[in-house]
Structures are given as C-alpha cells and as structure tokens.
C-alpha cells in the first residue's frame, strides 16, 4: 500500500511506500503478504486464509565484488556490506495481470492457461545505493516470485555467495524426496515427515558415477502433504532456470523449514552474473487436492514463449532401442575389449580384437529395423555405435568421443538407408562421459553428420564427472552447456533428449526442441539396484512437474535369471502396469525399451504399445495420491481416442473408472488390458487379462490391480 500527497501548486506526487504489501491469486483464495522487517524482506503465502508459508526470509549473499580469490574461501566480515538480504526500503511497487492461453509444441494438453496477478517490488539499499526487485506472481494453484538485477552504476557485475531464500511451513509434513546432490538426480524416492529427514536420509544415497552430496538437504521438487481433516498438497521446485546454478533445499526440522542451496563450480562461486539479470522463479503450488497439483502448469507458465521460428521438426516419436540389451549385460557399447587404452585421434579400430558382443551392429540393427517397422514405430536408438567406448567412464578423458566416427561393424550410411527404406528414422547417440568441452568443440560436425543421413533427434548422456573440471552438473556452467547445446541443435533442426542433465523447469516452452529428459531414476536401475514400487507413483509429483522425462518403460520379460541362470535382478512391477506407464508418465518421446524376442511372446499386450499416443490434447488427472496410486486419462492429438492408465505402489487396490469424460453422445470401443487375478509383481508378473467392450460416458468400470500393478485402456468411438 502506498499514500500520496499532491503539492497545491506544481502538483508533484510524493508517494510514501509502507513496508508491507498483499497480492490476491485471480480466484481469490491465495493472498501472499510481502513486508519489511527491519530493512529485511520476507514473504508470506495463505490459502483459503490458512497460513502456507509463515514468513520466509529473502535475500541473497555476495562475494566482495573486488577481491574475488579463487579457492574455498573464507568469509571476511567486510563482505556483509556487499550482501542483497538487508538494509532494505520500498522504493517502487508495480501491478500487473494477465490471462492468456497458448499452444505448447508438445504437451499434455492442447491449450494451455497461464492466468495470474504480479505484484513487483523495488527495494532500494541506500547504502550502497543499489537496488533490485523482488517480483511475486500469484495464479490460482500457487505463487512464483524470482529476484531481478536491474543494470545500475553499483551493480553491473556479482558472484554469488549464496541465494537465501526460505520456506517456513507451519507444522511438520508428509514428505517425498530424494537425497540433494550437485552431480546425480537418479536417487530412490523416500517418504518421511519434515522433522525426519536426516534420520532416513542416508538410507537414501547410492553411489553413483558423478557424486557430490549434500548432507540432509533434499533436491526439488519436493512434494509435501499436510495431513489431518483439512488436508492440502504443496511442492516446492523451480522455474526458467537460466544462466543460473539448479538448486537444492537445506532443512531445518525444527522449525519445518526449507532453504534454497544452490550448486556452487568448485571454487564455490554459485553465480556469476552480470546485470541486467533474472534469477529462476520459486514456485509454490498447493491444493487441497492432489490430483490439481499434478494437473498444474505454473513452472512451463512461468518461462518465456520460444523464440524460435520453425519448430515443424518437432515431432512425437515413438522408438525401439539397441539398449536395454546393453543395460543388463547381454551386450556391450564397445566393439573392442573394455578397459583398452584407446586414442580417438591414433588408434586404428579396424585392428583391434572384436570383443563379440558388441550390441550396435550391422546384422542386430537391421533386426530391430525390421521389427520396429512392422509395428508402426518410427524410430530406432542404436548406442555403442561410434568408437571410444572401450576406456570412456573414469579416466577424466577430455577428448573421449569424435561423435562421427562409426565402429567397423557400424555401415552408418547402408544403415540409415535401410531404415528410410522401412520408414524409420535412426536416432543418433551422443554420450559425452561428461566431457561437455568436447562436446561443444565436436557439435557442429556431429549435428552435420546427423543431417547428412536424416536423423533428427539425439540421446545426449553425461555419465561421469564433468569436464571442465572445476564444474558440476547443475552448476551455471553446465546449465548454459545444456542450452547452447538445444540451441545449437535447433540450428540443424535436431531435437535433444537428454540423459545426466538437469531437471526440467518448465523450458520446453522456450525450448521446444529439448523434447525431454532423464535426470531421474528411470527403467534402467531396475538393471542395477532396483526401483521400489512405489517409485513410479511419486515421480510424477517430483521430477515430472517441469516437463517430460525418458523413463523408458515397456519391459516385459522382468526378472533377469531368464538371461542369466541365478541372476536375483528383476523390475519391480507386473507387465500390466509397464503398459500403463504409458499413459501415467508424460512422455512425446516415448521408448518400448524390451527387446524384440520378447515383446513376440506377448503381441497382444504389445498391441497397447503400439496403439498408444504420445502427444496430447487433453489430460485428467482422474485420482492420485503420491507414493500410491496414480489414474490418468488422456486424449490422442487430433483425434477422439482416449488412453487410461492407473498404477498402484507395493499395496492391492481396486478403482473404479468414471468415463463421464468421454462424449455423451458417442459409443466407444474399450479395449482393457489389466492384472490377472494371480498376477504379482514378484511371483507372477506376466500375469494379465486383455478383453473388450463397447463403452459410453455413462460406464463405470472397476478394475483390480496387483501389487506394482496397473491397467490400462485404449477407448475409440465406434464410427
């Protein structure tokens, strides 16, 4: 709130700003509540007047701007001054609107509404006569707010110390997470209260093959439930991160508190910006209802609308994969024998001793060909193809992959004309081993190979610790990496599905061409150490709310002593519910991960597979609970079929689906494929029941799931 006083004669306007300022959400029911204390900024969040968020600090601290020293360094009691968190007054304040609805390139949805009101806050620290904006967007599901660095005399140039901004909840919570780290987001899942975290959180850390931990800190988004009579569903992540570090949250169970800890390079800088600049947006979404936070589109809301101007080679792709194979030791990526000392520039790879299992040749690729094709997929992954793979992970190796030299047994050229010949398209592989300088140096002339022999889509991967050397994964560094990469793909008209990168907040808007993701825990860990059954029923609710993922589902043959006699591996879930998978888990590049021989033992519940769409015009969430249960309905882009998946955690459970979604007027065709009665995810996993019946909006139909189990249903009018 402000007052203002006209003078009589010349009529200027003094306008005295109070220190404490609201915002109401479009709807009304979120008020969040901005003051002063003492020169120090905090914010406030309620809903339906309940307190959210009780007041939560902001600021950020800096490195002194002139004595920056390159090495862990210790605070000096001068550099406070330099600090953006105190000495603080309202200089400014600026109101805004906006309804407006747009087109995702891909998504869950056709049309997507971004409705909100803003309030923006200048905060002027006269003492070193600098001054920011803190700007709050408030939708009808939750508030996003970012800090904002306008170019001034006294602030062109920061490194950041640390970003300090809180989020102080009111009483202790359900909480799903994973273990914070500044290299690897594939951790299993944990579900505790607020105020337990650090006792289970080191049952919650695995090793990986880039690791950098963050003790009891946990990584977002995280969701939250508070539990009771009136209950209501919170999840804390990020937006537009952009020339920026990703973040963490540090946790304080004493007062169920959460601050933001970002990733720092190694010589613990966290951000080195140059104004004028933006930070991600935080983001708050709640809801008495679980099911609207998963429906909720606020983070893609949240970032700018694309800049590019063709995206006609943006495409939903449905794909097969030399892969799996790889993944649980059938085959090999490298054609020599691994642990070979090889040279990218000096050895001559026709002479080395075939290992024999080289899984990406000329003979097994034309057989995924030939089965991809008669199935109606559009695209084939083949990994190990080019040379290098015989010493690429643990050796710091910078020049590691050329990412255009094919293997002896790789015809890159009879290949692709083979696939274009059977209506497939090849998609390239780029694992990197983390040599993300090398890559930038070998992109141009990769990117022009792939247009050379039409692919138009690439798998990057990032497994190992980063080069350069003094970065992490997710430190600013890398960021940029990742879109001058998806930027530098756009310019050869290429899209990019990343594997090790960060996790998405919402850029797909910007960067349609960055189709989607790993930056999880996907499929290929039920290879190594396992995934829990309910893993699949919280990732949607965490990794899942800033854009797609690549958890390449599809495994039908899920214990791995059919390979191998003895082997005590197996994916933790019944074949039913790798089907609906399908439809739970937002995917526009979407992989039938299983190998072929196996999928030909099962063709009628391949037949799901095959039928199911991956992109959208439409998606309810018809029930969820996180960590339990997940039932989606989705309806295929430009047509009237409808998907329905629902998948359960370790627990039986029954649900009953209402179709009053699908068109009064119309009669369907539903074909059903679920548990069979004595299907289990451990004893009898390949277990299931298909069968079909006409169906209108009227039908209500029950169906048993296993545990780890799931259903799924292919609904198309009856012409």
Wanted: glycine share 6%.
């Amino acid at each position: 709130m402000k007052n203002c006083t006209i003078g009589a004669i010349l009529l200027p306007v003094f306008c005295v700003f109070t220190n404490a300022q609201s915002l109401k959400s479009p709807d009304g029911k979120f008020e969040m509540n901005f003051q002063l204390k003492q020169g120090v900024p905090y914010y406030n969040l309620t809903y339906n007047k309940t307190p959210v968020i009780e007041d939560s600090r902001l600021g950020l601290r800096l490195f002194n701007n002139n004595t920056v020293q390159f090495a862990p360094e210790i605070r000096k009691p001068e550099d406070v001054q330099y600090d953006l968190s105190d000495r603080f007054t309202i200089t400014a304040e600026k109101r805004d609107a906006k309804k407006e609805t747009w087109q995702p390139v891909l998504g869950e949805k056709k049309n997507y509404i971004n409705h909100y009101n803003e309030l923006a806050i200048t905060l002027n620290q006269a003492s070193t006569d600098r001054h920011i904006i803190i700007r709050f967007r408030l939708f009808d599901d939750g508030l996003g707010f970012r800090y904002e660095f306008p170019q001034q005399k006294n602030l062109n140039y920061f490194i950041i110390k640390e970003e300090d901004t809180e989020f102080d909840f009111p009483t202790d919570m359900k909480a799903w997470w994973i273990v914070a780290d500044y290299d690897s987001q594939e951790y299993p899942s944990q579900t505790t209260k607020i105020s337990e975290i650090p006792a289970r959180w080191s049952y919650g850390v695995d090793k990986h093959s880039s690791q950098t931990l963050v003790k009891d800190a946990v990584q977002s988004p995280l969701m939250l439930k508070k539990e009771g009579k009136d209950p209501l569903y919170m999840n804390i992540a990020e937006a537009a991160v952009l020339n920026y570090p990703a973040s963490n949250l540090e946790v304080d169970i004493k007062n169920f508190k959460f601050k933001t800890h970002l990733t720092p390079d190694k010589n613990g800088a966290k951000g080195y910006i140059q104004t004028s600049s933006v930070t991600p947006w935080r983001t708050v979404i709640v809801s008495p209802k679980a099911e609207v936070v998963l429906d909720s589109k606020m983070l893609f809301n949240l970032n700018e609308p694309t800049r590019y101007k063709d995206t006609s080679y943006i495409h939903p792709t449905k794909y097969m994969g030399v892969w799996w194979e790889m993944i649980i030791g059938k085959s090999q990526w490298a054609y020599g024998e691994p642990k070979t000392n090889v040279h990218i520039d000096g050895t001559d790879f026709t002479k080395l001793i075939p290992n024999g299992k080289h899984g990406a040749n000329n003979i097994k690729v034309k057989e995924y060909i030939d089965f991809a094709a008669e199935n109606g997929f559009n695209g084939l992954l083949v990994e190990g193809w080019n040379i290098g793979w015989e010493d690429w992970i643990g050796h710091s190796k910078e020049f590691v992959f050329d990412f255009t030299t094919p293997y002896p047994d790789f015809d890159i050229e009879k290949l692709n004309e083979y696939a274009h010949s059977k209506g497939i398209k090849l998609i390239m592989h780029h694992e990197t081993s983390g040599s993300a300088t090398n890559y930038e140096r070998w992109a141009d002339k990769a990117f022009q190979l792939m247009n050379q022999y039409g692919y138009d889509a690439v798998k990057t991967g990032y497994v190992g610790d980063i080069i350069p050397r003094s970065e992490h994964h997710f430190s600013q560094w890398m960021i940029n990496h990742f879109y001058r990469i998806a930027e530098k793909a756009n310019e050869y008209k290429i899209m990019v599905n990343s594997h090790e990168s960060v996790r998405p907040g919402g850029e797909s808007r910007t960067y349609p061409n960055w189709v989607s993701a790993e930056s999880a825990r996907g499929t290929e860990h039920e290879a190594f150490l396992g995934n829990n059954p309910d893993h699949q029923t919280i990732l949607p609710f965490t990794r899942w709310m800033g854009g797609s993922m690549d958890y390449t589902p599809g495994i039908f043959q899920t214990r791995l002593d059919y390979y191998f006699p003895g082997d005590k591996r197996f994916v933790k879930t019944t074949l039913a519910k790798q089907l609906a998978l399908y439809v739970v888990m937002y995917m526009p590049v979407q992989m039938a991960a299983d190998l072929p021989e196996n999928y030909r033992k099962h063709m009628d519940a391949f037949q799901f597979i095959k039928d199911v769409a991956a992109d959208w015009d439409d998606t309810k969430i018809l029930s969820a609970e996180p960590g339990d249960y997940i039932i989606t309905a989705r309806k295929a882009k430009g047509t009237e079929n409808w998907f329905v998946g629902g998948i359960t955690d370790e627990n039986k459970r029954s649900y009953t689906v209402d179709f009053s979604f699908l068109d009064k007027d119309r009669t369907y065709e539903a074909t059903f494929y679920e548990d069979g009665k004595d299907a289990d995810y451990i004893s009898n996993p390949q277990s299931y029941r298909i069968y079909k019946k006409l169906i209108n909006s009227k039908s209500k139909i029950n169906f048993n799931m296993a545990r780890s189990g799931g259903f799924a249903v292919s609904v198309k009018p009856v012409k």
